[in-house]
């Protein structure tokens, strides 16, 4: 072959996929059955390891904190909370009960409302924004009942009708509120 043939089947195989494969370039490549499966079984692995330290650590009225803290339902101040981690993404009003820490890199998000002294009410795990499949995104009922058990009880929150699973741990309830798709939107934490 000369140059010129040289150059235009590379040229041709540039615009038509490679000279070893076919296909488009710039395609992602496919993941096999097998890469696929290990996908969803990490998944699966981050979602159960979440439920199992939510439920663990529900029973003495706390949730799995960022920042290396610890905030207990009617004990921790807003005023604590505010000094370990700053001022919150999104302050409470009037109608908005909760403030918001938003997630990020690598920090889950929460919510917290306060009682009328300012101690804290309920904790709302938010679960992470990137990624939200390998953690919260990945807890559904089924996986739940297989994990920790049917709940106490299933309630249908009004507004939304999401499903309200409850478990009864100790002194404190602790909620998965399951969306519409199926999958956990978010967990709060509140004293029974």
Known sequence: MNKKAVAAAITASLLGGSLMSPGVVGASPTKSPSQAH??????????????????????????QERKHSTFVIAKTTMKAIHKQWGEPSTPRSKRQPFETYHAEMGNP??????????????????????????????VTPKLLIKEIG?????????????????????????HFIIGKDGKAAHVNLKKR
């Open 150 to 174: 049917k709940p106490s009880k299933i309630l249908t929150v009004p507004n939304t009708h999401e499903k309200d699973y409850v478990y009864h741990r100790g002194s404190y309830d602790l």
């Open 109 to 138: 998000g929460y919510a917290f409302s306060y009682y009328k002294n300012d101690t804290l009410k309920e904790i709302r795990f938010l679960g992470t924004n990137v990624e939200r499949k390998h953690g919260l995104g990945s």
């Open 38 to 63: 290990t996908v969803s079984e990490s998944d699966h692995e981050a979602a159960v390891k979440l439920v199992h330290n939510l439920y663990k650590h529900a029973k003495q009225g706390t949730m």
